[in-house]
């Protein structure tokens, strides 16, 4: 399975503080991307990083690769109440336009 | 926010009915997605859309069918809902540029079948 893997599964962080996810796959891939999924709701993209890229920062989050590890994390620094959703890294399958998704980590952002 | 919407958004039915959960996109995109999703639980694949009458199963097993007459359009039907189809149901869509896939996601259908 080409499934990518979070870690943790869940996380429970205090306002301001930084929360790191991490995510593992298991084949080549040419990019990987997050999302974020409040409760209930659908999921929302929130950064690309590319096969050939090593960091990527967006506003408060920054997304690191390494391919030969198969894996990437997404920090999220001075973290907010509102941050409070379950994050997931999608992966391509092989000559395949559709993605596979994690199990994703639950973040927990206490006030 | 994406232009993608799904109805209903929640929706309470007894067993043998038939269901049409509706997804519709004002984005153009030629690629549409349905995936099930159990609480706190990852998302499987049950269709997918490659475009105007192009469709197919995903990995999950799903009794539910699907139709693309639209390319703005990608109902999923159940035709007779059954406890085990109680989940929630997300659609998006996605359109490949430049080696991106980057899919666009319904808020969903959380559906119970009693």
């Given amino acids: 399975s080409q499934q990518g893997e979070e870690d943790p599964q869940a996380l429970s962080i ?11 796959y298991k084949t080549s891939i040419n990019n990987l991307q997050w999302y974020r999924q409040n409760s209930g709701r659908g999921l929302v993209h929130l950064i690309l990083i590319r096969s050939n890229e090593r960091e990527k920062h967006s506003g408060r989050l920054r ?7 198969k894996s990437s994390s997404l920090l999220i620094t001075a973290s907010r109440a509102a941050d409070t959703a379950s994050y997931f890294c ?8 559709k993605l596979v998704f994690g199990k994703g980590t639950k973040l927990t952002v206490n006030p | 926010e994406a232009d993608i919407y799904q109805t209903p958004r929640y929706l ?35 269709h997918y859309s ?4 192009s469709t197919e199963k995903g990995d999950l097993s799903s009794e ?28 998006a869509s996605s359109e490949t540029l430049a ?3 980057i899919q666009y996601f319904g808020a969903g259908t959380r559906l119970s079948v009693l």
């Fill in chain 2, 64 to 91: 539910s069918t699907v139709s693309r007459i639209r390319t703005e359009h990608f109902p999923l039907t159940l035709e007779s809902a059954r406890p085990s189809h109680t989940s929630q149901y997300l659609c």
């Fill in chain 1, 63 to 69: 997304v690191t690769l390494d391919t030969s590890k």
């Fill in chain 2, 12 to 46: 309470v039915i007894g067993t043998g009915k038939k269901i049409t959960l509706e997804c519709s996109q004002t984005m153009g995109h030629d690629k549409m997605y349905w995936y099930q999703q159990d609480p706190g639980m990852e998302l499987h694949l049950i």
């Fill in chain 2, 50 to 53: 490659y475009g105007v009458n």
């Fill in chain 1, 14 to 24: 205090q306002e301001g503080e930084n929360a790191t996810m991490n995510c593992s």
């Fill in chain 2, 99 to 101: 080696a991106k896939n």
């Fill in chain 1, 90 to 97: 999608a992966t391509p399958r092989s000559g395949s336009e």
